[in-house]
Nanobody
Framework: QVQLVESGGGLVQAGGSLRLSCAASIRTFSLYAMGWFRQAPGKERAFVAAIRRSGSTDYVDSVKERFTISRDNGKKTVYLQMNSLKPEDTAVYYC???????????????WGQGTQVTVSS
């Protein structure tokens, strides 16, 4: 059974930084694509960033140049470094583990419980 546990959320002023972590209890962690999604109040959950098994990454346009996703396969952990935070980044952030085929994300099967990020103006 896959378990994902996020940490690192909190309250920060606009322009500040946070680093989210997601620890995974997956025996074959290196075989999974890992992603970060977020859900703002009154909105649907949305893609933020993902990292393939190869280490290549993808980002939603609104966070490019500000957020960086990375993974440590030895620690079975994925990170999201968030810089230059804006009030519109306020949301619950979720970690996800999923399947990847031919470089494409096929599905996201497993989710963490989420961690709140609040950016004050």
């Amino acid at each position: 059974q896959v378990q994902l546990v996020e940490s690192g959320g909190g309250l920060v002023q606009a322009g500040g930084s946070l680093r989210l972590s997601c620890a995974a209890s997956i025996r074959t962690f290196s075989l999974y694509a890992m992603g970060w999604f977020r859900q703002a109040p009154g909105k649907e959950r949305a893609f933020v960033a993902a990292i393939r098994r190869s280490g290549s990454t993808d980002y939603v346009d609104s966070v490019k140049e500000r957020f960086t996703i990375s993974r440590d396969n030895g620690k079975k952990t994925v990170y999201l470094q968030m810089n230059s935070l804006k009030p519109e980044d306020t949301a619950v952030y979720y970690c996800a583990a999923g399947a990847e085929y031919a470089g494409q994300y096929v599905r996201w099967d497993n989710w963490g419980q989420g961690t709140q990020v609040t950016v004050s103006s």
